[in-house]
């Protein structure tokens, strides 16, 4: 008979009591992708919370296929990559210092957020406004549906690209060089007042992006147009925004109650600091799509009827929370967990567990809960969106539900 030995550190699907004893589960010695355990320890171990069919809510930019262009690149997560994300979806461009994101427009509004670098867009709306910006880290800009912009960069830049919907793809949009390489050079002569001959070298299929020079200043650039510009500003500056500053971190909400022009995407930036987490809550007007940008955490869903799941998430990760489920995030790394949460909806709306509890009759809390009048009485009417947890301090060399029990 085999003897088989458990090699040191490797993560194990083994639930163990507090004695050390195998309770649950046993060792895998069979072909295994030891890397992609580490990174998801509740799902090779889950939290004894967990139960019943959840879909996944989680997909890695790393996990997609690339789009490699002279002067840039793209990827992106869809419904079909994350099937359960109906109502976002999501691409991660970058460009060169003066690659161009090409003229074009999609039939879904663009909420973007720059990630690194510096970029210029430009768009025109409707009624001939148009507009102009120089875009920095951490800024954002929306465009509505259907308006024509474009992006370029000042520098090596990089930035996540939002629509409200999740069955877009970047590979759909309507693109400049694709319609003047789909109309007859005659249609265009007629169109443009110009002989035909103005379009022998005309891009004979779609750019999307390519490498051209760094522009010069805006005021070099400028287009006056006899209309003016737009009347609400395409660009909106979160990280000029006072967070809300709690016990575990901070919260920047953007809506179109501060940035007009967004209607149809509203977000918030979530920094949750290590021993903290994003509070038990839940969003009451739609799903939430999310984007992971610096440290490492885990997120519980409950959808009801006994059902819950826990997924990892590190930089570069999207998270998905279905509609009006209860979720929370927990820092599970050494630094700062950063992170971007998203909504098809013109206003940030979410419902604290603990503020519901806290406005609701001490008594009933206390029948529903089975619980003291001690832990009412700790309860907080003022909504805390990302908290600390009082004497825990997440060990990154502890399997985290090891740490749950």
Request: hydrophobic share 35%; net charge negative; charged share 20%.
């Amino acid at each position: 008979m085999r003897t088989w030995n458990a090699p040191e550190g490797i993560p194990q699907p083994i639930r163990r009591n507090a004695e050390g004893k195998i309770i649950a589960g046993t060792y895998d010695f069979g072909p295994r992708d030891v890397m992609i355990d580490r990174q998801n320890p509740d799902l090779l171990v889950p939290p004894v919370t967990d139960a019943g069919i959840v879909p996944n809510l989680k997909f890695s930019f790393s996990n997609t296929s690339m789009i490699l262009k002279p002067g840039g690149w793209s990827r992106e997560i869809t419904i079909r990559e994350l099937p359960v994300a109906t109502t976002l979806a999501g691409v991660n461009m970058c460009l060169t210092a003066g690659g161009v994101r090409e003229l074009h427009w999609h039939k879904e509004a663009e909420w973007a957020f720059l990630l690194l670098g510096r970029a210029r867009i430009t768009s025109v709306n409707q009624n001939g406004q148009n507009f102009i910006a120089d875009i920095n880290p951490g800024d954002l800009w929306y465009f509505p549906p259907g308006i024509p912009h474009s992006i370029q960069g000042l520098e090596h830049c990089e930035f996540l690209l939002i629509f409200d919907n999740g069955d877009f793809s970047d590979q759909s949009t309507l693109s400049l060089s694709d319609w003047f390489s789909r109309t007859p050079k005659d249609v265009l002569s007629a169109n443009f007042g110009v002989p035909v001959s103005e379009f022998a070298n005309i891009p004979q299929e779609q750019l999307y992006i390519y490498q051209s020079t760094v522009p010069g200043p805006i005021a070099t650039q400028a287009v006056s147009s006899p209309y003016g510009v737009v009347p609400e500003s395409f660009k909106y500056e979160l990280l000029k925004q006072p967070p809300i500053r709690t016990s575990g971190g901070t919260v920047r909400i953007v809506d179109s109650t501060n940035f007009p022009a967004s209607k149809t995407i509203a977000g918030a930036l979530v920094e949750v600091e290590p021993g903290g987490m994003r509070e038990l809550h839940w969003h009451p007007n739609n799903d939430e799509w999310q984007y992971y940008m610096t440290g490492q955490g885990r997120m519980t869903v409950f959808l009801g009827n006994g059902t819950a799941r826990t997924f990892d998430y590190r930089a570069g990760d999207v998270g998905y929370v279905p509609f009006a489920t209860g979720h929370y995030i927990q820092n599970t790394g050494t630094e700062t967990l950063r992170f971007l949460e998203m909504f098809k909806s013109n206003r940030f709306e979410d419902v604290s567990l603990a503020q519901w509890l806290a406005l609701t009759p001490k008594a009933l809390v206390e029948s529903n809960l089975n619980v003291g009048s001690a832990f009412v009485d700790s309860l907080r009417k003022e909504d805390s969106p990302v908290v600390k947890y009082p004497g825990f301090t997440f060990n990154p060399n502890l399997p985290p539900t090891e740490q749950d029990q």
